[in-house]
């Protein structure tokens, strides 16, 4: 009986994570809501692509699209985004990022094709951010690192 259940166990797929090095760079737009001494308020869409640190280049030259809202209460900075990154066939994923001070978490959200039912995710950090070209305007560039599952 034993080694039933040991050989039953063997033929059941096991789904193992992968690592997550890229970076993403984008540009975007910030639109000012509220601007005061204890509260700013300011919305963000930016449009960006993707280069894949790792030997598989899974995630590379994705183009990214993402949207949020940043919220400074009395100098302590939150954030809510959301992007969704293309790859070159067109399947695309959803991620969700929160942002506390300059620290951002992320998770994926929702996926369509070869991404269908990912999970996973990971950290956010800024490795550069320019002086904006234009006003009302951000470019900066994110490493993203974590881990990710495919159901297969």
Known sequence: TVAMIVGLFMF???????????????SGTLTTIVTSEELNIMSYEGKGINIDNLRNKIFDN?????LGLFKSVSGKMEATLYSKYMDPSGDFFVVDILQVGSERDWKFLYGTGKWKG??????????????????????????????YELKK
């Open 12 to 26: 059941i797929p096991v789904v193992q994570a992968e690592p997550i090095d890229m970076l993403t760079c984008a």
């Open 62 to 66: 994705m183009t990214t699209h993402g």
């Open 118 to 147: 990912v999970s996973g995710g990971g950290k956010a950090l800024y490795i550069t951010k320019g002086k904006p070209i234009t006003p009302g305007t951000t470019q900066s560039c994110f490493k993203i690192t974590g881990t």
